[in-house]
């Protein structure tokens, strides 16, 4: 650009901010200091001087632009390290009006730790139409991934399916379209969920959901009576059914409605969700089976009494040195170990021998360790069935995940299978002589202070000897 320019071509650009704008004719000067030779220094002295100038395109409304920017005898600068002439400015707060470039950039590289799921309904149920493009057998288990995930926003749906029938549901689902208005789909025998137009209602409600009998929706006349208007269904609303309605054609305008516009329509069939939810049941009712048959007792056990029993369980799950079971409490559940390793605990009463405390001499509750349970074992048993408080505490390891049987529900067990679950692994473990316990309590703190005074003398050897591990000749690779 030329260097003598008239000032008053100068042309600002919108405001970026408070009051600020962008300078165009220095912007174009800026740009004529890149440098296209060879030589290194003549470039580096374009950067600088071109970082120090390029603060002054951004500009305040109150700075006065009547200086030129380059002298007028001069169409382009004579050198590259020619200065810029000083800025006037009638406000001193003109300075602080410049905005940092820094800040801009930030703005734009700013990284946002946003959910990819979260996102407004029309734009979910446009990407839902988008994934049932494809036919279920087309889709990948990643495309069934992304559609669970956005299905699970909908709280139609998450209201009627569980989670895990959800996920195993939407591998199964399909896409359903209507190319004009005056259709009928029929939803007596699916479950529907309208993803655009808009439809009519012919039932009210249009939706039997599961916890709704059949009569409990009606049938509307062809001709609204005075003063109603029917019902119309919008993106995101539903209508159908997930289980099969008896005494109904497929081809019943029970739950049936008529579309308006070209519609389309995710649809989860009754059949397929009345085989997911078998599946599941089987595979719930296998996994209880096979904590039972980890027992070895209960390998042998009537396949009626297995069946019984595992239709009781419950999942429980517990941290590490949670306590399951209290000492001298009746306990909450009979609990089968699936996975984890709890210990048992017994207390004993000594007496203080610390002369530093103040308790010396008087008697002390110690916990006792007198044996463990791992997978495939099994307590509380004998508590509920004779009513007897326990006679040891159960403490969790590690995280432990039991299969339990609560109160309630054992006491509707046969008494076969009663009998069957008190053949106990563990009694001896529990039951143990209160000498027993004396002698087990004596032998863990003599292990114990063996361990301590070990401890203090090597730590006494290392620092007498100046010995600093992992340094010098006391360096030893494993």
Known sequence: MEAGVSTNRNRLSPCLGAGVKIDYERLKWLQTLT??????????????????????????KEVSRKQPICPSNSRRPKTRRSSLPPLRSDDSSSEAARPEIGHYVALIHKRTNTNPYEMKPLQRLKTIRRLLQKLPFERSASENEVLYKHLSYLECITSEVAGPVLEKLSAVVKLETMSGSGFTVYGNHAFYLLLQG?????????????????????????TPLPGSEPRILYPGDCFGTLKSVPGRACNSKYLAV?????????????RDHTRVVEQLRVKIHEEKLGVLHTCNLHSMWPKLSLDRAANMIVWKKFKADEVVCHEGQLAPFVGFIQAGECRIQRQVSVLATDSAENTFGNNLVRNVEVGRLVTGEYFGHTSLFHRRPMTSSIVAISTLRLGVILPSDVAKLDE????????????GKTELAREEVHKTYVKQELEKEWDTFR????????STRGIIPGIGKWQHEV
């Open 35 to 60: 440098s296209r030779e060879k030589d290194e220094l003549e470039r580096q002295k374009a950067h600088e001087e071109f970082m120090s100038h390029y603060r002054e395109v951004f500009q305040s």
């Open 198 to 222: 808009s439809v009519t209602a012919l039932s009210e409600p249009a939706f039997l959901a599961h916890d709704r009998k059949p009569e409990q929706s009606q049938l509307l006349g062809k």
């Open 258 to 270: 008529v579309t308006r516009e070209p519609c389309s329509f995710l649809k989860i069939s009754a």
């Open 416 to 427: 076969v299978s009663q009998t069957l679950l008190l053949q106990s692994p563990i009694t």
């Open 455 to 462: 401890k203090s003398v090597v730590a006494d050897v290392i």
